[in-house]
């Protein structure tokens, strides 16, 4: 069973950064899509990118540029470096991770397992 565990969040000006981790355990499959998700108070989650086992990545357009995902299989973890914040981008912010199959990784109907998600709050 895949584990997840994010942490790295925390309140930040606009304009700042944030690195957000997600420790990963328990994957069997090692064709993959580790994606982040973020979820704002009332609104529905919402895809933020994705970064496929072959290194491909793809993103929101509301954070292309902004943010990037990485990942150190050495330590089993993704990361995900939030540049340039902006108040908008507050929200828990979740780490995901499927299978790489035909469907989408934009739909969260998509994923095997989740983490508990992290805080990001960006004042104004």
């Known amino acids: 069973q895949v584990q997840l565990v994010e942490s790295g969040g925390g309140l930040v000006q606009a304009g700042g950064s944030l690195r957000l981790s997600c420790v990963v355990s328990g994957r069997t499959f090692s064709r993959y899509v580790m994606s982040w998700f973020r979820q704002a108070p009332g609104k529905e989650r919402e895809f933020v990118g994705a970064?496929?086992?072959?290194?491909?990545?793809w993103y929101a357009d509301s954070v292309k540029d902004r943010f990037t995902i990485s990942e150190d299989s050495t330590k089993n973890t993704v990361f995900l470096q939030t540049n340039r914040l902006k108040p908008e981008d507050t929200a828990v912010y979740y780490c995901?991770?499927?299978?790489?199959?035909?469907?989408?990784?934009?739909?969260?109907?998509?994923?095997?397992?989740w983490g508990q998600g992290t805080q990001v709050t960006v004042s104004s």
């Open positions: 995901a991770a499927k299978r790489a199959d035909s469907s989408s990784a934009r739909d969260t109907q998509a994923y095997d397992a």
């Open positions: 970064r496929a086992w072959t290194g491909s990545t």
